[in-house]
């Protein structure tokens, strides 16, 4: 083969080895555009996704909603049935004028008026016991009876003189018809007269040692041996101290027990002097004990002592309450408020309106459909309500009754969000 021959056949064969190279360079080259096609398809869902989301979330912010029914701003958000279930009740707070009072502590004893410490009359065994502590009795219910030597013996002088007035009316009666008659001389009808005055006059003694017993005569039988004597209450009321013990001697100047009408209830107090000025018999005063924190009894002051104690530079005063149920109880300790005039106008809610959160006095307003903590600032307590110095405005609709509920709610959604 000549050397042109070769010559043309190594072009051919190089321009065909070429060829064949761009072809499959295209090729390549579209298995790579497919490639990337198909990567874009399946990562394009995703990209969207998370655009979604992330306008989503935008919009929530734009809005201040954020997890477990808060906004941003700490408004709780809950259902008008879940306000329902936790007893959530509101109040529109507005200014109102605030009465002057003062604060004092002091004690509750029984109206000392209505008081009586129950002794015998005379010296005697307790032969029964018919009333307990704390029964409430009525006047002249039979308490105990005593077995008296005392009474044994007037009921038989009441007896003998009973029998020797009988006697004494019948031998006067007798000497005066013979008198009449001139059959007896005068002496001896003097002498009847005399023992029948006589006679008269040892009944009357018999009856009165009785009634000193307190015992009716009329009621003592021919058998003076077997009086008991009954140790009564003068008054109704309660039992409130007992000694009486089934067989021991009772004796005058030894109470048995002690009965208190506690209907009505004296709260002793004291006044400090530099208030002695604002205080008067007749002011309406509140009283609050720790039994029944939530509730106030209402009183007046009715006594303020004449002489200021040197140590202390008080004055004892009185206050009177009503206890027709009988919650109150001597021995109590009290808060006593006594109003002494009318002040400046304040906001007021009930106590329970008034939470701790984080240690800060707190209510909740309600506003933009839920309830927003609002830290407060209280001062003086008095009928319930406590003075609302600052945090919250006039006019605002505050929650009386559910806070415990509310904060209850934030707490947990708090703890939720921690994990």
Same mark, same amino acid.
């Given at each position: 083969?000549?050397?042109?021959?070769?010559?043309?056949?190594?072009?051919?064969?190089?321009? !065909?080895?070429?060829?064949?190279?761009?072809?499959?360079?295209?090729?390549?080259?579209?298995?790579?555009?497919?490639?990337?096609?198909?990567?874009?398809?399946?990562?394009?869902?995703?990209?969207?996704?998370?655009?979604?989301?992330?306008?989503?979330?935008?919009?929530?912010?734009?809005?201040?909603?954020?997890?477990?029914?808060?906004?941003?701003?700490?408004?709780?958000?809950?259902?008008?049935?879940?306000?329902?279930?936790?007893?959530?009740?509101?109040?529109?707070?507005?200014?109102?004028?605030?009465?002057?009072?003062?604060?004092?502590?002091?004690?509750?004893?029984?109206?000392?008026?209505?008081?009586?410490?129950?002794?015998?009359?005379?010296?005697?065994?307790? *032969?029964? *016991?018919?009333?307990?502590?704390?029964?409430?009795?009525?006047?002249?219910?039979?308490?105990?009876?005593?077995?008296?030597?005392?009474?044994?013996?007037?009921?038989?002088?009441?007896?003998?003189?009973?029998?020797?007035?009988?006697?004494?009316? !019948?031998?006067?009666?007798?000497?005066?018809?013979?008198?009449?008659?001139?059959?007896?001389?005068?002496?001896?009808?003097?002498?009847?007269?005399?023992?029948?005055?006589?006679?008269?006059?040892?009944?009357?003694?018999? *009856?009165?040692?009785?009634?000193?017993?307190?015992?009716?005569?009329?009621?003592?039988?021919?058998?003076?041996?077997?009086?008991?004597?009954?140790?009564?209450?003068?008054?109704?009321?309660?039992?409130?101290?007992?000694?009486?013990?089934?067989?021991?001697?009772?004796?005058?100047?030894?109470?048995?027990?002690?009965?208190?009408?506690?209907?009505?209830?004296?709260?002793?107090?004291?006044?400090?002097?530099?208030?002695?000025?604002?205080?008067?018999?007749?002011?309406?005063?509140?009283?609050?004990?720790?039994?029944?924190?939530?509730?106030?009894?209402?009183?007046?002051?009715?006594?303020?002592?004449?002489?200021?104690?040197?140590?202390?530079?008080?004055?004892?005063?009185?206050?009177?309450?009503?206890? !027709?149920?009988?919650?109150?109880?001597?021995?109590?300790?009290?808060?006593?408020?006594?109003?002494?005039?009318?002040?400046?106008?304040?906001?007021?809610?009930?106590?329970?309106?008034?939470?701790?959160?984080?240690?800060?006095?707190?209510?909740?307003?309600?506003?933009?459909?839920?309830?927003?903590?609002?830290? *407060?600032?209280?001062?003086?307590?008095?009928?319930?309500?406590?003075?609302?110095?600052?945090?919250?405005?006039?006019?605002?609709?505050?929650?009386?009754?559910?806070?415990?509920?509310?904060?209850?709610?934030?707490?947990?959604?708090?703890?939720?969000?921690?994990?």
């Amino acid at each position: 083969m000549s050397w042109k021959v070769m010559k043309g056949c190594t072009a051919i064969l190089l321009a !065909a080895t070429i060829a064949l190279s761009v072809t499959a360079c295209a090729r390549n080259g579209d298995a790579a555009q497919m490639a990337e096609n198909e990567q874009a398809v399946a990562q394009k869902p995703d990209s969207e996704e998370a655009g979604h989301e992330k306008d989503q979330a935008g919009k929530e912010a734009s809005e201040g909603k954020t997890a477990e029914g808060h906004d941003e701003e700490g408004v709780l958000k809950i259902t008008e049935e879940e306000a329902k279930t936790a007893g959530v009740r509101v109040e529109k707070i507005e200014l109102r004028n605030q009465a002057e009072q003062i604060t004092v502590t002091a004690n509750i004893l029984p109206d000392q008026d209505r008081l009586a410490h129950i002794q015998p009359r005379m010296t005697g065994r307790i *032969v029964s *016991v018919e009333a307990n502590l704390g029964n409430q009795v009525v006047k002249e219910q039979t308490l105990a009876m005593l077995d008296s030597v005392e009474l044994n013996e007037a009921g038989a002088a009441y007896l003998q003189s009973q029998s020797t007035l009988t006697l004494a009316k !019948a031998n006067f009666n007798r000497a005066q018809k013979l008198f009449k008659d001139k059959i007896i001389p005068q002496k001896d009808f003097l002498s009847a007269r005399t023992e029948l005055e006589k006679a008269r006059a040892a009944q009357r003694a018999a *009856v009165s040692k009785l009634t000193l017993f307190g015992v009716n005569p009329a009621k003592i039988g021919s058998n003076s041996a077997a009086l008991t004597f009954p140790v009564q209450s003068p008054f109704a009321g309660t039992v409130i101290e007992k000694n009486a013990v089934l067989g021991d001697i009772a004796e005058p100047g030894k109470s048995l027990f002690t009965i208190a009408d506690l209907s009505t209830v004296w709260i002793e107090t004291n006044v400090f002097e530099k208030d002695l000025s604002k205080v008067q018999e007749g002011l309406p005063a509140a009283v609050s004990v720790a039994a029944y924190p939530k509730e106030t009894f209402q009183g007046r002051v009715t006594y303020i002592g004449s002489m200021v104690n040197q140590e202390t530079r008080t004055v004892n005063a009185r206050v009177e309450v009503a206890n !027709a149920d009988g919650r109150l109880k001597p021995g109590m300790f009290a808060n006593v408020a006594i109003e002494t005039g009318v002040g400046q106008p304040a906001l007021s809610v009930p106590d329970d309106a008034v939470v701790l959160m984080q240690g800060q006095p707190t209510v909740f307003i309600a506003e933009h459909g839920g309830f927003e903590p609002r830290p *407060v600032q209280t001062g003086e307590r008095m009928g319930g309500r406590v003075i609302l110095q600052s945090g919250v405005a006039d006019g605002e609709t505050v929650v009386t009754s559910g806070a415990y509920a509310l904060k209850a709610r934030i707490l947990k959604s708090q703890i939720g969000e921690g994990h």
